[in-house]
């Protein structure tokens, strides 16, 4: 220390991690003076001073950086590692071809173990084979050396079985002596934990299984004759267990897992898998709770000494929890044979009997190993969804919240308890307990909790086809509409339509029924599917033909492509001089939109909305394409349907309008609509009449609610009440939780997590840019990024700014818009905010090209983003000679300041990128001016300044992208 350089007090500070006036404080109480500026020096002697006071600190904090460094790179590894193990499908993919782990067979002694990095797994595998041989199947090695025996000797049966017996029975002693030899040698905790671990298992066996194996065999050493009577006592324990099996299944089946949010099971098992797990967990019952936490000791301490090698147990578990079943038939096939063969033959040798003897034993232990590794696999793997809190994962671990608050600390982070996690996180903090994490979804958890009942295909009935219409502004979609209500409707009905359900119900000529939602365009449209919901079986697409296709006749056809809706072609106004429907054909199948004539599948009928001409013939298009898409609906289950709309009414109450897609909603029904638990108090239909029962494809208006449901919620009738008010508990829950997680849409920064996490495995893209051109070069450039994991799929693109519609589609189909030379409106960039929708803004191809392959490869870092700071409206020109043009400027939003660069916007299209030359107010330069103030601005080198231009200030920020981005 003596021959140190003085050191500078900062840099001494931060090495202590202590404040600089604490140092100067404690030099001082030692006899030093010395001030504190962050550059006074502090010689050797003051040094060895301050490592005596705050050594211990320094070990800290460098212990702390290390954690803190150790946490990150593991982090990094679980998420660059998750993209190939997080989804279920990868953990049950057969894994033949990989050998089985020793540890799985193994009884719970060989756990105990600490596996050795060191030691080849050929050695391990011995050693645990030998180990288990030993203590758990005494006779094992026995056995396959009377195989071996056996064979070679077939004809001397009898004789050869007496002398290996005897030969076996000295081996055995020998290995037993030999064992007890190496426990002596072990750490006596270890032999005092193994001691209590093999009574436990050893009572176990007997209590359960009576005569079981161990205990057993050595009986039949004494006395072969006896195996006859104990087959027969194995068969009785094999009814005894199953009857046990039975009435603990009982037990289970009220026991109900899946209540409550926080315990989020949901692996789909086949029931074949089901009856396992209710085994095992019998198993698991029969544990008692201290052998049951020494057990998960032993697990932890197994995953800590080798990761490996617990991972590749966990594949090699995965694999054989699948084969057991295909193991179980072909065993029992065989046995079957077996024994019909004995019967046959009356045998009695003892090979026979040795055979039978070890068949049977292999039976158990595999039965047994099957049972452990599923217990295991149960017990070590916790599902979760993304951002549970901390307290919720000690829960589900069984730890106290401090204790992860702990492990958190240890590994460099601070949390609390109710902090919510992130993926990395839940993943890092799990793995030091010992589990493994499968994250699944919480609104899938849900609709594992409704049990929508299969249709039996015999009880479907044809329903009416319900249809959206959509097309540009004036192009007749009201007007269609209208004179379908008035025709259809008001001719039949006695009154016409009184009441505004939200949609309404047409018979046409042919006495069939069509379903007309009464909201026309894609906004609705899109809203609805935006919430999750899709009402419309059809769309019709009105064009008008005296004019073209139009900017929203093509948004209307990528929004019924991105529902994946099919679409029949009005060409309306055909009563006009201009119509041209050729001209409107030809520029549909432009747009992908092929009509029959032409060869393609969309139907079209020319009509018009004024004279009514053509309309039934539509509507006859219409039934067909229905006809075509086998609707079906059961009007004998319990109903389904979806809110169109709801509002409060003074003497209802909660009004809403529902339209029943499935079943028939009878008065009194309890329901559960998204949130919002009821019972159907009345309905009626869109002639004021009261129903008693709603079916399928009926509109009504329904009162009954406890709470307002939102438009998009589904509405369910379960079998029980009791059902209806806990499902409605759990979706508010949900909903709370969901609305805590910020990210409800995909973002490019999410993106690699998400597609880890297997909720993405398509890119949706919405391009709005300034001219054709550059949609083409962007989307071809684009589309070519797709990878293995991830397409991209361009669901629509324009030109123009970006609009509330775009926001609207990317919103519904959770897609991401690139807006390149273009900006959102106000009123798009206000949806964007609250829905969450990524809008990203480029201003070179490539740029884009290259953010969107980054995002794909999960190396979104660092980020270099711009923030809009503030937005001026052009109000005046002034052209002054010699210093060119200013412009009267209005600050709309944020603030503008001199020192930013600023983007020229006009009809949402960016025109010119630059810098400020002057910002004045009145005649003085200022370096900022705040919104609602007005202010003069001159651009460098740029004069063609309009009045309605915006100027768009930003500033460029880079961001280290960090894994809580993810949130
Ligand atoms: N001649 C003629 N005019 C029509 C026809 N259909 C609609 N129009 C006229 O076109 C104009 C626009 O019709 P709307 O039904 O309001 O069009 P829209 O698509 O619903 O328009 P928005 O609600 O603004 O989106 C109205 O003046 C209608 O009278 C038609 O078949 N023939």
């Given at each position: 220390m003596t021959k140190q350089k003085p050191k500078k007090l900062f840099k001494v500070a931060s090495e202590f991690n202590v404040a600089t006036q604490s140092i100067v404080d404690t030099l001082s109480e030692n006899g030093f003076d010395v001030t504190n500026r962050p550059n006074s020096s502090i010689t050797a002697e003051m040094y060895e001073v301050l490592e005596g006071v705050y050594g211990d600190d320094k070990e800290k904090s460098i212990e702390h950086e290390r954690a803190r460094e150790e946490y990150e790179s593991r982090r990094n590894q679980i998420m660059s590692s998750r993209n190939e193990s997080v989804t279920i499908e990868s953990h049950l993919e057969p894994m033949d071809d990989l050998p089985l782990e020793p540890e799985e067979d193994s009884g719970p002694e060989a756990e105990l173990e600490p596996v050795d990095d060191q030691s080849s797994d050929k050695e391990k595998k011995e050693k645990e084979e030998e180990k288990e041989e030993v203590t758990e199947e005494p006779e094992e090695v026995t056995e396959d050396k009377e195989e071996e025996e056996v064979a070679a000797e077939a004809d001397d049966e009898e004789e050869v079985t007496a002398e290996v017996?005897?030969?076996?029975?000295?081996?055995?002693?020998?290995?037993?002596?030999?064992?007890?030899?190496?426990?002596?040698?072990?750490?006596?905790?270890?032999?005092?934990?193994?001691?209590?671990?093999?009574?436990?298992?050893d009572q176990e066996e007997e209590e359960e299984e009576d005569d079981d194996h161990d205990h057993e065999d050595e009986e039949e050493y004494e006395d072969e004759d006896e195996d006859e009577e104990e087959e027969e006592k194995d068969e009785e324990d094999g009814e005894d267990e199953e009857e046990d099996e039975e009435d603990e299944d009982v037990v289970r089946g009220r026991a109900g897992r899946l209540s409550g949010t926080k315990v989020l099971g949901k692996v789909e098992f086949s029931r074949e898998n089901r009856k396992k797990r209710k085994k095992r967990k019998r198993r698991k019952d029969r544990l008692d709770p201290d052998e049951?936490?020494?057990?998960?000791?032993?697990?932890?301490?197994?995953?800590?000494?080798?990761?490996?090698?617990?991972?590749?147990?966990?594949?090699?578990?995965?694999?054989?929890?699948?084969?057991?079943?295909?193991?179980?038939?072909?065993?029992v096939e065989k046995k079957m044979k077996e024994t019909l063969q004995r019967i046959k033959e009356g045998e009695t040798v003892g090979s026979k009997r040795q055979k039978r003897r070890k068949q049977r034993r292999e039976e158990r232990e595999e039965e047994r190993a099957q049972q452990e590794e599923l217990e295991e696999l149960e017990e070590t793997t916790l599902e979760v969804t993304e951002f549970i809190t901390v307290s919720d994962l000690a829960d589900l671990m069984g730890v106290k919240s401090n204790d992860v608050i702990t492990t958190c600390m240890s590994l460099g982070m601070m949390v609390s308890i109710n902090q919510r996690l992130d993926a990395a996180t839940i993943e890092l903090v799990a793995e030091e307990y010992g589990y493994d994490v499968e994250f699944v979804d919480a609104e899938e958890m849900i609709e594992d909790e409704i049990e929508v009942e299969e249709d039996d295909p015999e009880d479907l009935e044809p329903r009416s086809p319900i249809i959206t219409v959509m097309g540009h502004v004036d192009h007749g979609k009201t007007s269609l509409l209208d004179y379908i209500r008035k025709a259809k409707v008001a001719a039949g009905e006695a009154g016409g339509i009184t009441q505004h359900v939200g949609a309404y119900e047409?018979?046409?000529?042919?006495?069939?029924?069509?379903?007309?939602?009464?909201?026309?365009?894609?906004?609705a449209f899109t809203a609805m599917r935006s919430r999750g919901a899709q009402a419309t079986d059809i769309v019709i697409l009105v064009v008008a033909a005296d004019d073209a296709v139009m900017p929203q006749t093509i948004e209307a056809i990528n929004h019924s492509k991105a529902a994946?809706?099919?679409?029949?072609?009005?060409?309306?106004?055909?009563?006009?001089?201009?119509?041209?429907?050729?001209?409107?054909?030809?520029?549909?199948?432009?747009?992908?939109?092929?009509?029959?004539?032409?060869?393609?599948?969309?139907?079209?009928?020319?009509?018009?909305?004024?004279?009514?001409?053509?309309?039934?013939?539509?509507?006859?298009?219409?039934?067909?394409?229905?006809?075509?898409?086998?609707?079906?609906?059961?009007?004998?289950?319990?109903?389904?349907?979806?809110?169109?709309?709801?509002?409060?009414?003074?003497?209802?109450?909660?009004?809403?309008?529902?339209?029943?897609?499935?079943?028939?909603?009878?008065v009194g029904d309890p329901f559960v609509a998204g949130p919002v638990f009821g019972r159907v108090r009345a309905m009626e239909n869109e002639h004021g009449e009261r129903l008693e029962a709603a079916g399928p494809s009926t509109p009504i208006q329904l009162t009954g609610f406890d709470d307002t449901p939102q438009a998009g919620d589904r509405l369910i009738v379960p079998k029980e009440e009791k059902a209806a008010k806990e499902i409605a508990n759990q979706r508010q829950q949900i909903r709370r939780e969901q609305s805590l997680r910020q990210t409800k849409h995909l973002t490019l920064d999410d993106l690699s997590r998400r597609m880890a996490l297997g909720e993405v495995s398509e890119l949706n893209i919405i391009i709005k840019a300034d001219v054709d051109g550059s949609i083409e070069a962007l989307s071809g450039a684009l589309q070519k990024l797709s990878t293995e994991e991830v397409s991209v799929n361009i669901i629509h693109t324009g030109?123009?700014?970006?609009?509330?519609?775009?926001?609207?589609?990317?919103?519904?189909s959770d897609a991401i818009i690139i807006g390149f030379q273009v900006r959102p409106t106000s009123t798009a960039r206000k949806l964007a905010e609250n829905e969450s929708i990524d809008i990203r803004l480029f201003s070179v191809i490539y740029d884009a090209v290259d953010e969107v392959h980054d995002a794909l490869e999960g190396m979104l870092s660092p980020e270099i983003k711009e923030e809009m700071k503030g937005l001026v409206t052009v109000r005046e020109i002034f052209k002054i000679s010699r210093v060119g043009t200013i412009a009267g400027c209005y600050v709309n939003e944020g603030k503008i300041n001199r020192n930013n660069p600023i983007r020229i916007i006009r009809d949402g299209v960016v025109i010119y990128d630059g810098e400020i030359d002057t910002l004045k107010r009145f005649k003085d330069d200022v370096k900022e001016v705040q919104a609602g103030y007005e202010c003069g601005i001159s651009i460098e080198n740029f004069n063609d300044i309009k009045v309605g231009d915006e100027?768009?200030?930003?500033?460029?920020?880079?961001?280290?992208?960090?894994l809580e981005d993810a949130r």
């Open positions: 017996e005897e030969k076996d029975e000295d081996e055995e002693v020998a290995e037993k002596s030999e064992e007890v030899e190496a426990e002596k040698e072990k750490e006596p905790e270890e032999e005092q934990e193994t001691k209590i671990e093999e009574g436990s298992e049951r936490s020494s057990r998960k000791d032993k697990k932890k301490k197994t995953k800590k000494d080798d990761d490996s090698s617990a991972k590749s147990s966990k594949k090699s578990k995965k694999k054989r929890s699948r084969r057991s079943s295909r193991v179980d038939e072909e065993d047409v018979e046409t000529d042919s006495g069939k029924k069509i379903t007309f939602l009464d909201t026309p365009g894609h906004e994946g809706v099919p679409m029949v072609v009005a060409i309306n106004k055909m009563d006009k001089a201009g119509a041209n429907p050729d001209k409107i054909k030809s520029q549909l199948s432009e747009h992908g939109v092929i009509v029959e004539e032409y060869g393609g599948k969309n139907q079209v009928a020319e009509v018009s909305a004024h004279t009514g001409e053509g309309i039934d013939e539509l509507l006859e298009k219409v039934l067909i394409e229905a006809e075509l898409m086998e609707l079906q609906a059961n009007p004998d289950r319990l109903a389904q349907g979806i809110v169109l709309e709801s509002r409060i009414d003074k003497g209802k109450g909660t009004v809403a309008n529902i339209l029943i897609q499935n079943g028939t909603l009878k030109s123009g700014a970006i609009t509330e519609s775009d926001v609207l589609l990317a919103s519904a100027f768009e200030s930003y500033e460029v920020v880079e961001e280290k992208r960090k």
